[in-house]
């Protein structure tokens, strides 16, 4: 009985009641200093803040380059950021959503690459239960965001259900499925649910008032913006302290090794896409219920895209998003001052994002490199005869594909026809260049392809006469094509040989 009774007393300890002290110990503030602590991520952070800096340096020498102030530039930024402080976080609520869309997929080993279209139908979800459905002041926001988050689950779901039962690439079935939310909803402000009346603007009814979220401070910032500190803070639990979690954590890390331990990957990549789909979904309907209040065709300014830079930036970490939402938010809102004041386009802001994605991309791509050359050298010393050829392929089909975007200016000039041929040719290349460099068949096919592409710009060349264009796509495609060929032959041995 008293071992009994100290059992009792051990896990009393161990599991405090909630929202007392230990409770916050335990649950807040150890996993905070723990996580702190991880060499994985501080080094994490180091990557995001190099890459910030980096790139800000650049951005500077960009400015002064074009004849700017970079100086008075990155002051009026830093002023208003700092005085417009609940425009950041109102730019920065969506971006929060979309980012978690991006980071809670990818922890599965998935890409979703469609928040702009699961952004749109949870918008124009939550603008239908909005001015269509009258209910209590509390209740009615609530099943609004409900709605707008299953309407995005459904969104990204169904390119789940591809990905884990047909094998269809998520990034292709997403991104097609973003657009066709795009024309969707365009097609029902444009008609179905139009504002009566209204010629001019493509836009719906306003929302009842019992469906606004209340504002927070000023005219921007609504409690959308705590709706997204709470997704941050659910998304974070779901991923570290559920059996869901660790489950979306175990397929991401290893599939095959996922399925032998007993998990059903199939169902789990098609949650995770759903779940994905929610968070943009619920991202789309704060923006209609905190501040449009009425669906507008086309009122999202990529938000979508947005939120795959704020994940990148946050290492797919959920309190990394948040800070990196806050951080591109204070970019946007800073650079209009930054344009008044200093007068450097608002572009500015865009060179810097897309910088910093580079920056925080470049050490994967240069160990991903690194890795596959080493590897590459490994086969063509142990199998010369099949490796030498593979070797040669793998290096034409990249100088083809270089030379043939460098081409494309000049030959479109001639013929647009031409030049598209050669851009798709050159695309493909280095399609199959990736696929190459990681020793797929699949690689070598495409490398064929793209040389049947070289002779179609060649025969284009013959018909209108271009001598230069005749002559080096004849070239590069009978090189592509020939060596291709040649080095399939004895390909799929010299995998089954290594396999062996």
């Known amino acids: 009985m008293e071992d009994s009774g100290i059992g009792k007393k051990q896990t009393k300890q161990d599991n405090p009641s909630i929202f007392t002290p230990e409770w916050f110990q335990a649950t807040v503030l150890d996993p905070f ?23 800000m340096l650049i951005a500077t020498v960009v400015m002064l380059m074009s004849g700017y102030n970079a100086g008075l530039a990155f002051i009026a930024l830093i002023r208003g950021a700092i005085l417009s402080w609940d425009r950041v976080l109102f730019r920065a609520t969506p971006l929060i959503f979309t980012g978690l869309s991006v980071a809670l997929a990818f922890k599965s080993g998935l890409f979703n690459i469609g928040p702009e279209g699961q952004v749109f139908i949870g918008a124009m979800a939550a603008t239908v239960v909005g001015y269509m459905i009258a209910l209590p002041i509390f209740i009615h926001p609530i099943v609004a965001l409900f709605v707008a988050g299953l309407m995005g689950g459904i969104w990204g779901f169904v390119p789940g259900l591809l990905k884990a039962y047909r094998g269809a690439h998520e990034v292709v079935t997403t991104m097609m499925l973003s657009y066709t939310a795009i024309l969707l909803t365009h097609y029902l402000v444009a008609g179905p649910f139009l504002e009566p009346g209204n010629e001019y603007i493509l836009q719906t009814p306003p929302i009842f008032g019992s469906a606004e979220l209340p504002k927070l401070t000023g005219s921007f910032l609504s409690w959308a913006f705590l709706v997204g500190i709470l997704a941050v803070i659910v998304v974070d639990f779901l991923i570290n302290r559920t059996v869901l979690g660790y489950e979306m954590r175990a397929v991401g890390l290893n599939k095959d090794a996922a399925e032998y331990a007993g998990i059903n ?131 034409v089909t990249l100088v083809a594909s270089i030379l043939g975007f460098s081409l494309m200016g000049s030959v479109s000039t001639t013929s647009m026809m031409a030049g598209t041929v050669i ?78």
């Open 33 to 55: 200093f723990s996580k702190v602590k991880d060499t994985a991520f501080q080094k994490q952070v180091a990557a995001s803040l190099g890459s910030v800096v980096l790139a």
């Open 265 to 395: 990957s199939k169902r789990t990549m098609a949650l995770s896409l759903g779940l994905a789909g929610a968070l943009a979904g619920m991202g789309g309907a704060g923006e209609i219920l905190g501040y449009h209040h009425r669906f507008i065709d086309n009122w999202s300014s990529g938000l979508g895209w947005d939120g795959i830079t704020v994940a990148v930036l946050g290492g797919n970490n959920p309190w990394g998003v948040l800070v990196g939402a806050i951080f591109f938010g204070a970019l946007k809102t800073g650079g209009n001052s930054m344009q008044r004041i200093a007068g450097v386009p608002s572009e500015m802001v865009s060179v810097i994002q897309g910088l910093i994605v580079v920056f925080v991309a470049a050490p994967r791509i240069i160990n991903w490199i690194s890795k596959q050359s080493r590897e590459e050298f490994d086969w063509l010393r142990r199998f010369p005869r099949e490796g030498g050829p593979h070797f040669i392929t793998l290096g």
């Open 423 to 500: 851009f798709v040719a050159s695309l493909i290349g280095i399609v199959a260049f990736v696929y190459m460099f990681s020793r797929e068949l699949r690689g070598l096919q495409l490398a064929v392809l793209s040389g049947i592409c070289w002779f179609v710009a060649t025969a284009i060349g013959f018909m209108v006469g271009n001598i230069a264009l005749l002559l080096s796509s004849l070239i590069l495609g009978a090189i592509m094509t020939v060596f291709g060929l040649v080095t399939m032959i004895g390909y799929k041995r010299l995998l089954e040989e290594d396999d062996a």
